[in-house]
């Protein structure tokens, strides 16, 4: 949704890197497409969000909240949280920064660490946040294609590392294609990052990815590294905390997170979300539960759609990245009127891709029959 903003009074006063900038594409809204399919039940997989629930303990410390009401504001700190998963990963409290979802922390290390100018590393296909918030901040932002099997190409990204980036986003798994790099492909990552400059492993789909032998954990690989990094993960995919907006950061040294702290607003994480998290951080048999039914529904859904004759990237996530032959916004159009919502990738090379996120065993049975019906009707 490439909306340019409208010529009014307020025009002038834009800065420049705004008024350019693409929007973020949130997906088709629900509502609307209640109306277009006339299904009052809608299909959405156009967000990474689980069908599992929340972790009961998650439940319970919500409604304890409630009853104490929210006129006071949060803990500022969130020391209760950064002390718990400062414990679980075995790191200093002072080394963990909070954020209103991670995507407010990519915002952060933006505004925290880029000039006009700088240059700002990140992969294609992407998360369209790792592109837009450097831009705001005036910096410039260079791409790192995918191969055509959309694995990792060590070559791009070393010419492109050699051109002295000053911040580097590389997500694993990645969004959208649900990949995966190993072990050696993060370390070529990691020698070829200049140590002046910034390196952000955003894991936003850590949690599916780590029962795979072959995931390289970010943090073990970063830990004893004598250099800028900074691992980002959220309790918005696998925790299944999305609508409350919170996510960390595990920091090399706790003067960037100090440096964090200036910059954002004071009370950005409510009081609801931090006491979710911790609650969700305790619950180990939710988690390893909600990983196990997502991968065996991802296993059991891409092979039935290659069975159908649909291209379909491995992933290492809750979602899929499906090439379907046709324009991606004609087949999400068809979707969206039986009431299921995707979101159709207009990234060039990947106009023919939608991402999807799977659901229940039953609406991705739904998801299943409707796309490669349609794909099908396309092709005769
Ligand atoms: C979903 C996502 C995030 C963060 O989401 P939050 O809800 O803000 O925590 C970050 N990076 C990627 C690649 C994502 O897909």
Redesign the pocket.
């Known amino acids: 949704m490439n909306r340019v903003l409208a010529p009014t009074a307020s025009a002038p006063l834009i800065r420049r890197e705004v008024a350019g900038l693409p929007g973020y594409d949130p997906g088709a809204d629900p509502d609307e497409v209640a109306v277009l399919s006339g299904s009052r039940r809608v299909i959405k997989l156009s967000n ?1 969000e689980i069908p599992y629930g929340v972790s009961p303990a998650v439940a319970e410390a919500v409604r304890l909240g409630i009853a104490d009401g929210f006129a006071r504001y949060p803990d500022p700190t969130g020391k209760r949280l950064t002390d718990a998963i400062g414990k679980s990963l075995d790191v200093p409290a002072d080394r963990i920064v909070l ?6 922390i ?1 915002e952060l290390l933006c505004q925290a660490v880029l000039d006009p100018g700088d240059l700002v590393i990140t992969q294609a296909p992407g ?1 369209s ?2 592109e837009i918030f450097p831009r705001v901040m005036g910096a410039r932002v260079e791409k790192v294609p995918v191969t055509a099997e959309f694995g990792f190409d060590a070559a791009a990204w070393r010419d492109a590392l050699a051109a002295g980036p000053k911040l580097v986003f590389l ?1 694993n798994p990645c ?1 959208p294609t649900g990949a995966m790099l190993g072990a050696g492909e993060l370390d070529r990552v990691v020698a070829g990052t200049p140590e002046s400059a910034l390196l952000v492993l ?1 894991e ?2 850590g949690e599916f990815a780590r029962p795979d032998p072959e995931y390289p954990d970010g943090l073990e690989a970063l830990r004893t590294l004598d250099r800028p990094w900074i691992v ?1 993960r ?4 696998a925790y299944g905390l ?1 609508g409350l ?3 960390y950061g595990i920091a090399s040294d706790a003067a960037l997170v100090r440096a964090l702290d200036r910059v954002r607003t004071p009370y950005n994480v409510n009081r609801p979300a931090q006491d979710a998290a911790v609650a969700a951080l305790g619950d180990h048999a939710h988690l390893a539960d909600t990983v196990r039914r997502t991968g065996l529904e991802i296993a059991r859904v891409t092979d039935r759609l290659r069975a159908a004759g649909l291209r379909v990237v491995p992933s290492s996530t809750n979602f899929l990245f499906i090439d379907t032959g046709h324009p991606s916004d004609r087949v999400a159009w068809e979707l969206h009127r039986a009431g299921i919502i995707v979101k159709a990738w207009r990234e060039p090379g990947y106009e023919n891709h939608i991402r999807a996120s799977l659901s229940t065993p039953e609406d991705n049975d739904v998801f299943v029959r409707c796309l490669t019906e349609i794909c099908a009707k396309d092709r005769s």
């Open positions: 990474s954020g209103n979802g991670s995507e407010n990519l998360f946040l790792h997500a969004n955003d936003a789909y980002l959220t309790f918005s995919k999305a907006r919170i996510g």
